[in-house]
């Protein structure tokens, strides 16, 4: 148990993985660490129960997760349908150009996020200014709400990204839309690009939005599910809220628990953001009291149940907005963690067990 007799703040790191959920408690500058093995079906019920075991009273808490990594490690994400402009509906199919495999002749995509027959068009169009050419069709949307809430609940979108072409220039029919969507389904999550990446660029703009999509509701689940658990905590100590709470995203830096439930695919590289600029942050520590002017030239190793994430720090945690989850691009107006390309470590080719591509990085299954 932490003594907590000196005054002081306690800061708490807790990341979960798919096998333990690990807490570095730092108070008054000294470093405590606790490991605990994770709840599947409820990650919440092992962080308060760490947290009694621990004695913490107050605490500032920081939580990186894999809730979104795993999502689409595993596929197990939420049943998304898309809306787009008229004559788009395709877009996630079409792509781009680029080939994984230059000279491989028979190539097949990895399944869309976005099943079969779960893509809707809806008469609108702005042009490359922003100005309206073809007005919302705000009939065709309310009919397109009775489709959706008519059908069988197995087949049922659990989530909807919309994505207008050149909405990053005019928002005003992504916003409308949504707008009477909440009206008719209000428990359907939404997801607009442009809230989610207001960007050029219409097939990384509209695959960025179908995976926050995708992602949104486990992640918004669980989040659900903490905040609860840690308010339920806190009233059970002293009655206020004694475990305020950010989530890392995939920048390394945090965000609160509302801009990270409704922004999830900011969330998809939390947890191994937190692996690279810990293990970073401490062999430079490490390294600079044996000598200051040593570069500090890393390659961070970061080993899960359920993914393997590797990178490479030449004296610096390199960062970029473009990443990939398989196929389909992520892009952030906020830079991601930059990781290595396994087939440039090693000069080979990728693995058959490794399933997808986060930023660059292998995430191979376990």
Do not use: W
Request: proline fraction near 6%; hydrophobic fraction near 40%.
């Amino acid at each position: 148990m932490i003594d907590h007799s000196a005054a002081g703040r306690v800061r708490i790191g807790i990341d979960v993985g798919g096998t333990f959920t690990d807490f570095v408690v730092e108070e008054n500058g000294e470093i405590h660490i606790y490991k605990v093995a994770t709840t599947p079906d409820d990650q919440s019920q092992a962080i308060v129960a760490a947290l009694r075991a621990l004695g913490v009273s107050a605490a500032q808490i920081v939580h990186g997760m894999t809730v979104a990594t795993n999502a689409l490690l595993e596929r197990k994400g939420a049943r998304t349908a898309l809306l787009t402009t008229h004559g788009f509906g395709d877009l996630l199919t079409i792509g781009r150009q680029n080939r994984p495999s230059l000279y491989a002749l028979h190539q097949e995509r990895p399944p869309s996020l976005v099943a079969p027959g779960m893509q809707f068009e809806v008469a609108e169009r702005v042009d490359a200014q922003g100005a309206i050419v073809t007005p919302l069709d705000e009939l065709a949307i309310v009919a397109l709400a009775d489709v959706l809430q008519k059908m069988d609940a197995a087949e049922r979108p659990e989530s909807l990204a919309i994505a207008f072409l050149f909405s990053f220039r005019n928002p005003a029919h992504e916003q409308r839309t949504a707008e009477i969507l909440r009206q008719r389904l209000p428990d359907l999550p939404l997801s607009s690009s442009s809230e989610i990446l207001p960007e050029y660029r219409e097939y990384e703009r509209t695959a960025t939005t179908v995976i926050n999509a995708y992602v949104q509701p486990p992640v918004a689940r669980y989040l659900t599910r903490l905040d609860s658990a840690l308010a339920e905590l806190s009233a059970s100590l002293d009655g206020g809220n004694t475990f305020p709470i950010r989530i890392m995203q995939s920048n390394g830096g945090s965000i609160g628990l509302t801009q990270a439930q409704r922004e999830a695919a900011r969330l998809v590289l939390s947890g191994p953001a937190g692996g690279v600029v810990g293990a970073f942050t401490v062999a430079s520590a490490a390294m600079k009291l044996k000598d200051a002017s040593t570069p500090i030239n890393l390659l961070t190793f970061d080993m899960g149940g359920t993914s393997t994430d590797v990178a490479l720090c030449p004296n610096e945690v390199p960062t970029t907005a473009e990443g990939s989850i398989g196929d389909l691009p992520l892009r952030r107006n906020e830079q991601h963690l930059l990781r290595p390309d396994p087939a440039e470590l090693t000069g080979a080719r990728t693995d058959h067990r490794c399933d997808l591509v986060l930023d660059r990085a292998v995430a191979c299954r376990t």
